[in-house]
């Protein structure tokens, strides 16, 4: 079993920043990628980032890319990510997420969910 926890979550103004982070705990041996996903209001889950565990490589998307950082402290089990230049099309559900697989965009490769931080933008 892998517990994750979010937060850091809130409102901000758009062109603001914020910084989320997702607690890891458990068994984490068999992780090789840690992952942030978002839910807009009425859509369906997306990928934001992931972040390979052992070497630190990242994956973005086109929409995160530039704005957000993911990162990660292995001494706290925890991963972050960096949002900066908010936007209201960032207003979301944000959740991290662990996986088996190197480097994926695929929620179906997630094996263990955090429930969850909201993130809201205004304009």
């Known amino acids: 079993q892998v517990d994750l926890v979010e937060s850091g979550g809130g409102l901000v103004q758009a062109g603001g920043s914020l910084r989320l982070s997702c607690a890891v705990s458990g068994r984490t041996s068999s992780i090789l990628t840690l992952a942030w996903f978002r839910q807009p209001p009425g859509k369906e889950r997306e990928f934001v980032s992931a972040?390979?565990?052992?070497?630190?490589?990242?994956y973005y998307t086109d929409s995160s890319r530039g704005r957000f950082t993911i990162s990660r402290d292995n001494a706290k089990n925890t991963i972050y990510l960096q949002m900066s230049n908010l936007k209201p099309e960032d207003t979301a559900v944000y959740y991290c997420?662990?996986?088996?697989?190197?480097?994926?965009?695929?929620?179906?490769?997630?094996?263990?969910w955090g429930q969850g931080t909201q993130v809201i933008v205004s304009s």
């Open positions: 972040i390979n565990w052992a070497r630190g490589s990242t």
């Open positions: 997420a662990t996986s088996t697989k190197y480097l994926t965009r695929d929620s179906g490769d997630y094996d263990y």
